[in-house]
């Protein structure tokens, strides 16, 4: 096991609903990337926390936000669900300063209806 | 950005082949290239990494070899058994050096390998 663990491990929310994801990263870890996983596809980069700051985003819009807490956990919140945000969201966490191997948790599998 | 290419999406192999997996990058600055498998329902595991300082890597039946020049690295699984099946995922990223881009991967589609006894 990584020591990342993520919560919930499945949830099912309604379209236009808000959700909110959490991971709590391994120990001595102060940088959480964040991945939207779609069925059959690889891993995409929403955005990083390094810092209790962002730290990087990819091509999501403005609805997918986050926050990383002193103990370097972070959340990750999606507000007006959409279909197609059905996915896998993992996170990893790694160490910015050591560029230690990154570790993934097991991952939340949204289902937006 | 970067952008990964992977092939073949899928790969069935008997038992005991080898099985070669090629990813291409676009970015000349990217310099790290950790391989990943994610079995079925589970979280992606790194297998193997290389940095951009070197060519190629070994560890038991997996190798990882890097072409910086024409930007593409392949994973190589030799001996090939049942347990192996699953999907594999490369990566790229340029933030080897800095804490800028450390972890932001950009990850290939991934290539289902099923290996058949």
């Excluded at chain 1, 959700?19 to 929403?46: D, E, K, M």
């Excluded at chain 1, 669900?81 to 790694?94: K, P, Q």
């Excluded at chain 2, 297998?47 to 560890?59: H, Y």
Aim: include cysteine.
């Amino acid at each position: 096991e990584t020591g990342v663990t993520q919560s919930p491990t499945h949830l099912i929310k309604t379209r236009g609903q808000q959700v909110t994801l959490r991971c709590s990263s391994q120990s001595g870890h102060n940088t959480v990337s964040w991945y939207q996983q779609a069925l059959g596809q690889g891993p995409q980069f929403i955005f990083q926390y390094y810092r209790e700051e962002e730290n990087g985003r990819g091509n999501f819009p403005p609805r997918f936000s986050g926050l990383q807490f002193p103990n370097y956990s972070s959340e990750l919140n999606v507000n007006a669900l959409e279909l197609d945000d059905s996915a896998l969201y993992l996170c990893a966490s790694s160490s910015g300063r050591l560029n230690t191997e990154a570790f993934f948790g097991q991952g939340t599998r949204l289902t937006v209806v | 950005g970067e952008n990964v290419e992977q092939h073949p999406s899928t790969l069935s192999v008997q038992e005991g082949d080898s099985a070669v997996i090629k990813c291409t990058y676009s970015d000349s600055a990217s310099n790290y290239f950790p391989w990943y498998k994610q079995e079925l329902g589970k979280r992606p595991q790194l297998i193997i990494d290389i940095r951009s300082n070197v060519g190629e890597k070994k560890d038991q039946r997996i190798a990882v070899t890097l072409n910086k020049t024409a930007k593409h690295f392949s994973l190589h699984i030799t001996e090939t058994q049942p347990e192996d099946s699953a999907v594999y995922f490369c990566a790229a990223t340029r933030g080897l050096m800095t804490t800028d881009s450390w972890g932001k991967f950009q990850f290939g589609a991934g290539t289902q390998v099923v290996v058949t006894p």
